[in-house]
Nanobody, 125 residues
Framework: QVRLKESGGGFVQAGGSLRISCTASGSLSSNAAMGWYRQSEGHERELVAT???????NYADSVKGRFTIFRGGAPNTVHLQMNTLKPEDTAVYYC???????????????????WGQGTQVTVSS
C-alpha cells in the first residue's frame, strides 16, 4: 500500500522561510498528482498547493506568490518552499497524493487518495 511521510516542519518567526517535504513509498504511480493541505485550530482542512505529473501547479490564493511546490530528490517526492511566513500560516500541513487508474474495460476509472500524518508549522509574531 501507499504511505506518505512528511518532514521539515518546525518553528519560525514571521517573515521567515521554511521548507517541508513529502516522500511516497509503496505502489504509488509515477504519474500521480501530489500536493499539500493544511488545517489549523477551528478551521476546515484547506488546499495549499498541488502539482501534477506534467509539472503544472495550483495554489490557494492566500499563499500565491509566497509558497512554491516542486518535485525533486527522489521519485514521488514533493517539496513546499514557504517564504514570507505569517502567523496565520500556523497549521498542521498534510501531504496528499491522488491517482486515477484506468480499468481493463471501456473508459471506466478508479480514483485513489492518500494522506500523510502531517507536520506542524508554527509561525510566531
Amino acid at each position: 500500500q501507499v504511505r506518505l511521510k512528511e518532514s521539515g516542519g518546525g518553528f519560525v518567526q514571521a517573515g521567515g522561510s521554511l521548507r517541508i517535504s513529502c516522500t511516497a513509498s509503496g505502489s504509488l504511480s509515477s504519474n500521480a498528482a501530489m500536493g499539500w493541505y493544511r488545517q489549523s485550530e477551528g478551521h476546515e482542512r484547506e488546499l495549499v498547493a498541488t502539482i501534477r505529473s506534467g509539472g503544472s501547479t495550483n495554489y490557494a490564493d492566500s499563499v500565491k506568490g509566497r509558497f512554491t511546490i516542486f518535485r525533486g530528490g527522489a521519485p514521488n517526492t514533493v517539496h513546499l518552499q514557504m517564504n514570507t511566513l505569517k502567523p496565520e500560516d500556523t497549521a498542521v500541513y498534510y501531504c496528499h497524493a491522488h491517482q486515477t487508474v484506468l480499468t481493463g474495460w471501456g473508459k471506466a476509472t478508479t480514483d485513489y487518495n492518500y494522506w500523510g500524518q502531517g507536520t506542524q508549522v508554527t509561525v510566531s509574531s
